[in-house]
């Protein structure tokens, strides 16, 4: 069983940065694919980013691409992302997500989330 628990979101103004982190507890995220996801008020919840289990490929929304960093730290048991250029459309709640195989299927089949952390980027 995975639990995961984020932490870094908060208020920032457009055009800042913010440092999500997503760690697992009672295992690594060895052999787990891992993403970020996140939905905003009356939206539906969307793909951000994602690493496959290897930690080696990414993938990212086109609305994140050149501005977002997914990345795996602290020997396999927290995943981050870094947000840069930060957008007030950016505004969210983020959620952390893991499951096991090479990457994550559908957001209907994932099994693991973290319980969200919000992120508000002002004008």
């Known amino acids: 069983q995975v639990q995961l628990v984020e932490s870094g979101g908060g208020l920032v103004q457009a055009g800042g940065s913010l440092r999500l982190s997503c760690a697992a507890s009672?295992?690594?995220?060895?052999?787990?694919?891992t993403g970020w996801f996140r939905q905003a008020p009356g939206k539906e919840r969307e793909f951000v980013a994602a690493?496959?289990?290897?930690?080696?490929?990414?993938y990212y929304a086109d609305s994140v691409k050149g501005r977002f960093t997914i990345a795996r730290e602290n020997a396999e048991n927290t995943v981050t992302l870094q947000m840069n250029s930060l957008k007030p459309e950016d505004t969210a709640t983020y959620y952390c997500?893991?499951?096991?195989?090479?990457?994550?299927?559908?957001?209907?089949?994932?099994?693991?989330w973290g319980q969200g952390t919000q992120v508000t980027v002002s004008s």
């Open positions: 009672g295992r690594a995220f060895v052999r787990y694919a």
């Open positions: 690493l496959s289990w290897t930690g080696e490929a990414t």
């Open positions: 997500a893991a499951d096991r195989g090479t990457v994550l299927g559908p957001m209907n089949r994932i099994n693991f």
